[in-house]
């Protein structure tokens, strides 16, 4: 990782302590790492337990959508609380193509990290998709990883203080 990438990453700090609302700080810190990962677009799901959803929390250029957490990549992340890392969506059985299809973008590979609270039940899922040179490597799985733990307290505050829902 080159020194420009780990300065960004030691601003993932500046921007928790910043004057932005939570809300506009986990979008700025999923800026952040989209540009430290080299990934087109990151997206921050919400998961929805009691209804079997996540919706959309942040999704460039997409606005909120839901999904069931029995389809796809991000259900699957969400129900087995595991990272999934995925070279090619073509050859991968767990792909639900659906927001592809209604979007018009094509989602060519990804990382789907689960985003856990301090009692280790899933608060949501954040997916790195479309890495825009090669393979992601492990040290950005790692990072991705790591990326989901950070936003985890800020995402669980944001959660308990009904300024996000989790349950419907």
Known sequence: MNSEKLKKLSQLNTIMLNDLSLQEALQ???DLIKDIIEVDRVSIFIYHEKIGMLSSFRADNLGEFFLPDDKGIV???AKHKTIKVVKDTKK???FYDEVDKETGYNTKNLIAVPILDPENKVLG???LINKKN???SPKEITIA???ARYISEPLNYLIKNNQIKNSD
Do not use: H, K, Q, T
């Open 28 to 30: 700025e810190a999923g």
């Open 75 to 77: 259900g699957y992340v």
């Open 92 to 94: 991968e059985p767990l």
């Open 134 to 136: 090669g393979d992601f």
């Open 145 to 147: 990883n790591l990326f």
């Open 125 to 127: 899922v954040v997916e």
